[in-house]
């Protein structure tokens, strides 16, 4: 059973920035793909970012030119740096990882911005 840990989360003002990792007990590169997955109070579930093994990456557009998805492999953590943080990026930030059958999710991160 792969398991998933956030780590990184907090209470930061606007405009600052934050750094989200994820350990992960399998290795980054088996899953076809890995992603930041964001759920703010009353609202759905919304991509962040994904990347595929291949090292395609794609963001949801409201954190696209602030956010940045990569995978350490030293560390085998998946990782999300944010800058230039909002308010309206409050929300738990989930890690999730796909292999041929299975996705498998982190128990989440918090993250708060204040304005």
């Known amino acids: 059973q792969v398991q998933l840990v956030e780590s990184g989360g907090g209470l930061v003002q606007a405009g600052g920035s934050l750094r989200l990792s994820c350990a992960t007990s399998g290795r980054i590169f088996s899953f076809n793909a890995m992603g930041w997955y964001r759920q703010a109070p009353g609202k759905q579930r919304e991509l962040v970012a994904t990347i595929a093994r291949v090292g395609a990456r794609n963001y949801g557009d409201p954190v696209k030119g602030r956010f940045t998805i990569s995978r350490d492999v030293a560390e085998n953590t998946l990782n999300l740096q944010m800058n230039n943080l909002r308010p309206e990026d409050t929300a738990v930030y989930y890690c999730?990882?796909?292999?041929?059958?299975?996705?498998?999710w982190g128990p989440g991160t918090q993250v708060t911005v204040s304005s």
């Open positions: 999730n990882a796909i292999d041929a059958f299975v996705t498998y």
